[in-house]
């Protein structure tokens, strides 16, 4: 191998090493993703940014991100099972605080499934 094919496998394992690290970053952990898509941050869901996610918020996300999907050819299979906003105001003042969608994400079937991978 002459040197250029030497400079070139090293520049792709460099540029494969930096991806590995991008996109291991914590700045993706609060939004996990499920397959392709990813998954919500809160700041997604507090669409006036005042830190309280109403019922009528969380609705209105479901609803855009669902028409989103669907207008890419989506399947649609458990949207019958995404959980109701009541279940998720665990505290039951009829907003959806950082700390209770932080609870939600963490009971996530699917971040603990790969969690364990992991470990």
């Keep these: ?5 030497w400079l070139r496998a ?3 394992l460099i540029a494969t090493c ?3 690290v991008v996109l291991s970053s914590p700045a993706l952990a609060d939004g996990h993703k499920h397959g392709k898509h990813q998954c919500p941050t809160y700041s997604d869901l507090d669409a006036n940014a005042d830190n309280a996610v109403s019922a009528e918020e969380l609705y ?4 855009k991100r669902m028409a989103e999907r669907a207008a890419a050819g989506g399947k649609m299979k458990n949207a019958g099972n995404a959980p109701k906003f009541e279940d998720l105001d665990l505290d ?4 959806l605080s950082a700390d209770e969608f932080a609870e939600h994400q963490s009971e996530c079937p699917m971040r603990k499934k790969r969690k ?3 470990d």
């Design 1 to 5: 191998m002459n040197s250029f094919h």
């Design 60 to 63: 209105a996300f479901r609803a």
């Design 10 to 12: 090293f520049l792709i």
């Design 116 to 118: 364990a991978a992991a």
């Design 92 to 95: 039951g003042d009829g907003n």
């Design 18 to 20: 930096a991806a590995v």
